[in-house]
């Protein structure tokens, strides 16, 4: 089966089993259950990771000049009312103005832009440590599709199908299926086959029994890629 095929077989999957009527289509014992464990998980994460926060904190200011961390708007979860945006928060690992004269661009490899210890950063992903606080405010998830930024949205809209049911009725995550099987985007094309395990995720979370399953395979494999330094 190709991508495409794959990629629409889920989607219809999807919308067949979990988009009707309701405001959210993913089942009460799961919404709680995932926020409870997003909020343990968050706090003790930001108590346990404090020391490597402060040491990377250092290591930014130090690097090169400017903030040390960096706010970047981002498309959260959508529902049948709304679709929410939110200031997503990561330790800086571009120089000040990266996107200036280029706009909303991904990162590609031995981006110029990255800085020395951002380069660091992004390999094993401590940049994404502060987003912690962001799920602790109810805007990210742990683990759930990576939220993309609007400037970049239309065009992933129009490109691929389904794209936007991918967050609808589940917050973004700091990792994911998508996350841990495959590097950052660079193209459309690296996109769309994210979106074909950001859907097949969404159907894990149809049933608490699959969703506790799925989401404890996803954090043990996140560590193997924060210890292989798989980022870029």
């Not at 089966?1 to 988009?19: H, I, K, P, V, Y």
């Not at 909020?39 to 200011?61: F, N, R, S, W």
Request: proline share 6%; net charge positive.
């Amino acid at each position: 089966m190709s991508d495409d095929a794959l990629l629409n077989s889920l989607a219809a999957d999807w919308e067949a089993e979990t988009r009707p009527e309701a405001s959210s289509p993913l089942p009460w014992s799961v919404r709680i259950g995932k926020r409870g464990f997003d909020v343990a998980a968050a706090g003790l994460g930001l108590l346990v990771c404090a020391p490597i926060m402060a040491v990377v904190a250092l290591a930014v200011k130090l690097d090169s000049p400017g903030p040390v961390f960096y706010r970047q708007l981002r498309v959260g979860e959508t529902t049948a009312k709304q679709t929410r945006l939110f200031h997503m928060i990561k330790f800086r690992s571009m120089g000040v103005n990266a996107e200036a004269k280029t706009g909303a661009v991904w990162a590609q490899k031995n981006d110029p832009r990255v800085t020395r210890v951002g380069r660091f950063l992004r390999k094993t992903r401590l940049d994404e440590l502060p987003q912690f606080i962001n799920v602790l405010r109810g805007e990210m998830s742990i683990i759930g599709p990576r939220p993309e930024r609007p400037g970049i949205v239309p065009r992933l809209e129009n490109s691929i199908p389904f794209y936007a049911e991918r967050v609808y009725g589940v917050r973004p995550g700091i990792t994911g299926l998508a996350q841990v099987s495959m590097d950052y985007d660079e193209t459309v094309e690296d996109t769309r086959c994210k979106v074909g395990y950001d859907h097949a995720y969404a159907l894990a979370l149809t049933k608490f029994s699959s969703w506790l399953a799925t989401d404890a395979s996803i954090a043990i494999r996140t560590v193997f890629v924060m210890l292989g330094a798989r980022g870029r």
